[in-house]
């Protein structure tokens, strides 16, 4: 790894460890403003009671510092919930518990240390009516004790809030909510330096009503409604309910309307305002606004029950398409598939029961066989209706049919173990036909309605692209398996072939095998027959593909089994006949050229069983077809074959080019359709008779190649062997032996 790589690595595994790191010191730092906003508010408080009475300047820094405490709380807690957003239900919940503690809390509170009712009315509240300062030390605790409370409870609510506020957040809900927080922090602003029971002038009273406004705008975003299920709504309407309530009962105990008087004690709203003005004003829109969304909450929750049960169909809907759509494209499996199809519309809560009918491609009958079915067994179809008629509409009409009572259908039976009071068949119709059909049946006479009946067409034609999906994966998966054995059986029969040309004395050699496809029937070989002689066979299958490839291996195993015992070329050619007539199927025969090379008795004896003939060439440049009679293998018995076959040989003299192929080459065409022919080939080979057997066969499939193009057709499977005699007595470079090897054809 180069030092640049190294370093982006580095980086990236530094980063999330860095940015943990900031988030950790970030949560230490805030802790710490809000802890010593707490701390200064109770020193702030001991040093009024020991009758240090603060300045006007001294009260407005003392809100304004404990307001960045509470600001950093609201960072501190918001970083902490934006985690894990809790339910609707759990966000009420934990408000109402939330704010039943802080009640109880500050009941118990309330009871410490307070006065009887017969002392005079300043020693009964506990503060000094001229300049608000605490009178004894219990006031001083009670004071930090509620107002910590009060405004721990306030940013607590209004983040809980936040999270309902903006479910299926837009640009307007968000812009709304900053307007709404920052509304109440302007309206919580503007009573800084105020005394505890000042009363509001008419420019706070004014940012009081623009508050409640954006309150009032706010409440009214309950996207989070249309998501819950009708047990979910029954819950979060009650839970609001008592949310509501609670919050209803905490301002009151703030205003001294229901505690004070029953246990004769002081007002609460005096200590949390003593405690700051600002925080208390924050403290009560916050309440207010917590009763204003959970009454709105309660009114839509009423108003959504009815249409819950819809809702649970949509979504119902929507699963079993999503379920259909992931089927599409992983479940090749045919019964997984089938028994998916037949469940959609039960799943989309649209049915009671369904099944799954297909015609059955295997037989190639159009009679449907049901393939699955969704509570109900595939087995008790046959017993309840028609299967055959209306699968038969269906595929005419290719259209869903709709049977609102569907007992008064003939084809429906009456007496059948199950009620079929209404039915829908949905076509499942592929590219050229109907594939099959989804049969979706409800136990209620005119059960379905159009959206349902609209949600089955849509299953079933979801579930028609997946059949065919999976029909096409799994042709797919069958074409490259028979590739993969098809390149296994093109190598097998590529080693039956010469991997190298035998080196004669005197002569070069150069051969070549192309199959038209992954194997071919086209077949060369080469045996030393001793005492300097070389026996060659090239030899084609009629047809091609594999069946032509058994029979070119059949061939190989005839070739050297009996050619070291047959004395001449005929002779092999009538012992191959009665060897491979007997496995060959009707109509299939192999055409053969086999040859005999004697270099001490400079001759070359060919025999041909309805083959190609050879071409030769001599030095002084006359071509010429060997052109012996014989006729196929397989084609006549072996009496007849044998009286068929007549022998031809050739004297060699230096510089003799024989040319042995199989049809592909003279059979190929131009771009035009014009063949290749023989007159051609004899052309070619005049013009090239003075190079080795490699230069004439390449120059041949050179020529071969430019006359077919790139568009051109090779029509067959093509082999070519080229020999050229030099003499007894020549010196053949190792290189002018040739090699044998497949052509790059064009």
Not at 197 to 224: D, E, K, P
Request: aromatic fraction near 8%.
């Amino acid at each position: 790894m180069n030092l640049p790589s190294f370093r982006r690595s580095a980086d990236k595994q530094r980063l999330p460890k860095e940015k943990r790191a900031q988030s950790g010191t970030r949560t230490v730092l805030m802790g710490l403003l809000f802890s010593g906003a707490t701390a200064m508010a109770l020193v702030y408080h001991l040093l009024a009671w020991r009758g240090q009475v603060p300045s006007a300047s001294m009260n407005l820094g003392y809100d304004l510092l404990l307001l960045v405490g509470y600001a950093a709380l609201w960072a501190l807690l918001a970083e902490s919930f934006r985690k894990k957003r809790p339910s609707p239900a759990r966000s009420f919940w934990t408000i109402t518990l939330a704010a039943g503690v802080v009640i109880l809390i500050t009941h118990v509170v309330l009871l410490i240390a307070s006065p009887p009712a017969s002392v005079d009315a300043s020693l009964a509240l506990g503060f000094d009516l001229e300049t608000g300062a605490p009178l004894v030390l219990a006031t001083v605790f009670k004071t930090n004790i509620l107002g910590l409370l009060y405004g721990v409870l306030a940013v607590f609510l209004m983040l809980r809030l936040k999270d309902l506020v903006l479910v299926k957040r837009t640009r307007s809900s968000q812009r709304n909510w900053y307007l709404l927080v920052g509304s109440m922090v302007v309206t919580s602003l503007s009573v800084l330096g105020m005394r505890a029971g000042s009363v509001l002038n008419q420019a706070q009273t004014i940012l009081m009503i623009v508050s409640v406004v954006f309150m009032v705008v706010c409440s009214f975003r309950l996207s989070w409604i249309v998501f819950l299920s009708f047990r979910e709504k029954v819950a979060a309407i009650g839970l609001s309910m008592v949310m509501m309530l609670v919050l209803v009962l905490g301002i009151s105990i703030m205003r001294d309307s229901v505690i004070s008087r029953w246990a004769e004690l002081p007002g609460i709203y005096t200590y949390v305002q003593s405690f700051s003005y600002p925080l208390s004003m924050f403290s009560s829109l916050a309440a207010v606004f917590g009763i204003l969304y959970s009454t709105t909450g309660v009114l839509s929750l009423l108003f959504h029950l009815p249409t819950s049960g819809e809702f649970q169909a949509r979504a119902g809907e929507r699963a079993a398409m999503q379920s259909l759509t992931n089927i599409v494209g992983q479940v090749f499996d045919a019964e997984r598939l089938h028994a998916a199809i037949a469940s959609s519309p039960v799943e989309a809560g649209v049915a009671h029961f369904a099944w799954l009918a297909i015609a059955d491609p295997e037989s190639g009958s159009l009679k449907p066989k049901v393939v699955a079915g969704s509570k109900i067994d595939p087995e008790e179809v046959l017993d309840l209706v028609d299967l055959d008629a209306l699968f038969a509409e269906a595929t005419s009409s290719r259209n869903p049919i709709f049977l609102e009572e569907a007992m008064r259908d003939h084809r429906v039976r009456a007496k059948a173990s199950r009620a079929i009071s209404s039915m829908v068949v949905a076509p499942l119709v592929g590219r050229n036909r109907v594939i099959g059909a989804l049969f979706a049946c409800k136990e209620l006479v005119r059960g379905f309605e159009r959206d349902e009946i609209d949600t089955i067409s849509i299953l079933a034609a979801q579930s028609s692209l997946a059949i065919e999906n999976a029909g096409l994966v799994e042709q797919q998966v069958e074409r490259e398996r028979l590739a993969r054995e098809l390149a296994i059986a093109r190598e097998v029969q590529q080693r039956l072939l010469p991997q190298r040309v035998p080196e004669v004395r005197g002569l070069s050699l150069a051969a070549s095998s192309v199959p038209a496809q992954e194997v071919g029937g086209d077949y060369y070989d080469f045996v030393d027959l001793g005492d300097e002689r070389l026996g060659l066979i090239i030899a084609d299958v009629s047809g091609k593909g594999t069946s032509a490839a058994f029979y070119m291996a059949e061939m190989q195993g005839i070739f050297h089994a009996v050619s070291r015992l047959a004395p001449s070329p005929a002779d092999f050619l009538h012992h191959a006949n009665v060897a491979i007539s007997e496995s060959l199927d009707k109509n299939v025969f192999v055409s053969v050229i086999y040859g005999v090379l004697d270099v001490r008795k400079q001759e070359f004896v060919l025999a041909r069983a309805g083959h190609c003939p050879a071409a030769a060439v001599g030095i002084d440049g006359k071509a010429r077809y060997l052109r012996s009679k014989g006729i196929g293998l397989g084609l006549a018995p072996p009496p007849l074959f044998r009286r068929s076959l007549a022998e031809a040989t050739i004297h060699l003299q230096p510089g003799d080019v024989f040319v042995l192929y199989t049809d592909g080459i003279v059979e190929s065409r131009s771009p035009g359709g014009e063949e290749y022919g023989y007159d051609r080939l004899l052309d070619v080979l005049g013009d090239i008779r003075h190079e080795g057997a490699e230069g004439i066969h390449d120059h041949l499939i050179e020529d071969l190649n430019a006359f077919v193009g790139d568009s051109g057709d090779y029509g067959d499977d093509m082999t070519l062997v080229v020999l050229k005699w030099h003499g007894p007595h020549s010196d053949v470079p190792l290189e002018s032996h040739g090699v044998a090897h497949e052509p790059a054809l064009a």
